[in-house]
């Protein structure tokens, strides 16, 4: 089962963007979940998680901009983006942690950009 990533666009410097990501009722009860970015030319890395408690982590460089969010009934991840900066520029991506490989998707693509 590949969890989908969805509500990924174009917005300009200092626009916002909510991203979705449905996940498999096994992982979300269960597990942690986390959105992943990758850039051109560059590795996956991890932007937040949230865990089955609803503690989030976030990197540095997203603290204060981003928010990962948990809806129980819908069995979705939620991060959204506030102030996005040319460098936020990726394509999103969500997984359970540990990441499983069978659960990446197409990921949703996000550009940052006047």
Do not use: H
């Not at 996940?23 to 590795?43: I, Y």
């Not at 069995?75 to 959204?80: A, D, E, F, R």
């Amino acid at each position: 089962v590949q969890l989908q990533a969805s509500g990924g666009g174009l917005v300009q410097p200092g626009g916002s963007l909510r991203l979705s990501c449905a996940v498999p009722g096994s992982l979300f009860s269960r597990g942690a979940v986390g959105w992943f970015r990758q850039a051109p030319g560059k590795q996956r890395d991890l932007v937040a998680s949230i865990a089955t408690s609803a503690y989030a982590y976030y990197v540095d460089s997203v603290k204060g901009r981003f928010t990962i969010s948990r809806d129980n009934a819908k069995n979705t991840v939620y991060l959204q983006m506030n102030s996005l900066k040319p460098e936020d520029t990726a394509v999103y991506y969500c997984n359970g942690i540990p990441i499983r490989s069978d659960y990446w998707g197409q990921g949703t693509l996000v550009t940052v950009s006047s």
